[in-house]
């Protein structure tokens, strides 16, 4: 039996082909026909390269309509969709493309003068350009390929993707994700939120992470429904579209700017039924103050790249502030002590869970995949939770250094192993603290050698801008002479936080 995620899509399109998929800016329609005959050729052109099943394509892109395409084109062609953020720089992406050894890259043109050169020395077949317009080397190719393609087979274990996340080593891991992991958790999404016919979702997303490439388009595909497609996210417009939409997903940072629209009323939000946030945190107060402001109670549920979503808030019945909700159905979450014994309900302990939608593993890291397994199947998610009595999930903390700032994550040993190697730098501890926009800021503290004298935080955040991508380079750096240790000798990453977190640092 075919178990290609595309077929499942496709036996769910509307039987008018005429239906719009994407409204866009200005008003331009791309109606599901017209996304069903770019799929196609895009499809065509990539298995018309020689590209083989199980290949690997690689995309860094903006977000466009032609993006989404591609993606699609992808899963119909049984090829393993690599989606990478726009803002990683030269170095971030040769270690990706090293390590996923794609046979295609699909990039922005202006990347071409770094991405070309690195390709080549991987050996990387093909190259091509994708702008923001859908111009570039990609779509023109594609005009002359065939408009029909018929869709490869998949079997559910097969790869659909390989998501790239941040580790605590600093080394990033390719998460591998199979048509079943997006399958079964594209069908209870779809399900346990109430998508409906004529639901319209408001799409202000990047298409590179989860959230906005499976979470948000998966609900509409498997809805046949329409979404506007908008290239990020900007407070007015989302306004502006939500009196003639129904559905809103975002990351806390889109709420708390949205609170910050003086036009967010009820009345602005009267035609939509659902707002969702996850990501990162929800502050109860944003969830208390977008509800006085709408009417509306957030619905904040909780997830993982290596596992798509997890838990939810309940459609119909309490949307709990400060809590994930339930674990959604065909997921198992538990949380358990240090030793792996169940937490009685309220403990705080270890978040791990199983389920079709958990990831089979890391590629090519058989040694991680020992590490965040247990014995017994499930994966240990590193967040730190309890389950109350009524079975609703808090997350209380991480196990894992983590800091995820305005949605994305930054992993603090990657921009330490990066500062450790700027002249005159002795050590350096990067922390999380409070930001009001995007709910963490990347803070870092350094200790210069003995006898170096550091150059300006200016400089030093030029010179990091040019090796990360912007959202993980740090908003302040401070020098210190020493950062504070434990008994043990390991610095106290909690002092740090609670110093440079406050006011006015
Ligand atoms: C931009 N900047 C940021 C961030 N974004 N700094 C910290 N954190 C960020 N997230 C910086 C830029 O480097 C720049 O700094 C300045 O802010 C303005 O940049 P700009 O591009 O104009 O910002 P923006 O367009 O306003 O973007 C903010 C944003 C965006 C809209 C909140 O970051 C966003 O769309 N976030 C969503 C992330 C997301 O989709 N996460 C889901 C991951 P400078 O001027 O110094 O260069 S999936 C996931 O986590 C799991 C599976 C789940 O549960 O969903
Ligand atoms: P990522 O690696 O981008 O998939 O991020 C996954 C992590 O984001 C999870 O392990 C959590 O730490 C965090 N996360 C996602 N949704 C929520 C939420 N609603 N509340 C708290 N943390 C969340």
Redesign the pocket.
């Known amino acids: 039996m075919d178990e290609n995620l595309y077929t499942i899509f496709e036996s769910r399109f509307p039987a008018d082909r005429g239906a719009p998929l994407l409204l866009l800016e200005g008003g331009r329609v791309l109606s599901y026909g017209e996304a069903e005959e770019g799929v196609a050729r895009y499809a065509s052109l990539l298995a018309g390269l020689g590209l083989e099943p199980g290949e690997r394509v690689a995309v860094q892109v903006e977000k466009s309509p032609e993006a989404l395409l591609v993606y699609l084109a992808c899963l119909r062609a049984g090829l393993v969709y690599l989606p990478l953020n726009n803002a990683y720089q030269s170095s971030e992406v040769g270690y990706f493309l090293g390590n996923a050894e794609p046979g295609a890259v699909i990039a922005q043109p202006r990347s071409m003068p770094w991405l070309a050169p690195i390709a080549k020395d991987l050996g990387i077949r093909h190259v091509f350009t994708l702008d923001a317009d859908g111009s570039g080397t990609f779509t023109d190719a594609a005009r002359s390929a065939s408009p029909r393609f018929e869709t490869v087979p998949r079997k559910a274990s097969d790869l659909a993707a390989i998501l790239y996340?941040s580790g605590t080593t600093g080394r990033s891991k390719g998460a591998m994700i199979s048509h079943l992991n997006l399958a079964s958790n594209a069908r209870v999404l779809h399900a346990y939120w109430g998508f409906r016919p004529g639901d319209v979702l408001v799409h202000m997303l990047p298409l590179f992470?989860?959230h906005g490439l499976f979470v948000a388009s998966h609900c509409v595909l498997m809805n046949g429904s329409a979404m506007r497609f908008h290239a990020k996210f900007d407070g007015a417009r989302a306004l502006a579209e939500f009196r003639d939409s129904t559905v809103f997903m975002g990351v806390p940072t889109f709420y708390t700017r949205l609170l910050a629209e003086s036009g967010l009323d009820r009345a602005a939000c009267s035609a939509m039924r659902l707002f969702v946030s996850?990501?990162?945190?929800?502050l109860a107060e944003t969830h208390v103050e977008f509800e006085k402001r709408t009417g509306h109670r957030i619905l904040?549920?909780?997830?993982?790249?290596e596992t798509g979503m997890l838990t939810s808030n309940p459609l119909d019945g309490e949307r709990r502030a400060g809590t994930?909700g339930f674990p959604l159905p065909g997921t198992d979450v538990r949380v358990v002590d240090d030793e792996g014994r169940a937490c009685a309900a309220g403990g705080i302990g270890h978040v791990q869970v199983k389920g079709d939608n958990v990831l089979s593993g890391y590629w090519r890291m058989p040694e991680k995949n020992k590490e965040e397994f247990t014995a017994d199947g499930f994966f240990r998610?590193?967040?730190v939770g309890s389950i109350s009595e009524d079975g609703y999930l808090s997350?209380v903390g991480?196990s894992k250094d983590?800091i995820?700032t305005g949605g994305y994550?930054v992993y603090p040993k990657e921009i330490e192993l990066l500062l450790d190697e700027f002249p005159g730098v002795a050590e350096s501890a990067v922390v999380g603290v409070p930001h009001p926009d995007f709910g963490e800021a990347v803070t870092a503290v350094l200790v210069p050698r003995a006898g170096a004298k550091l150059p300006p935080e200016g400089e030093i955040v030029a010179w990091l801008k040019q090796r990360l991508a912007n959202f993980k380079v740090p908003k302040r750096v401070h020098v210190v002479d020493d950062l504070p240790r434990n008994a043990m000798g390991k610095v106290q990453k909690n002092v740090l936080r609670d110093r440079y977190g406050a006011p006015g640092n």
């Open positions: 996340t992470h989860v996850g990501s990162a945190p929800l904040e549920r909780y997830g993982m790249t994930v998610t590193g967040d997350i991480r983590l995820i994550n």
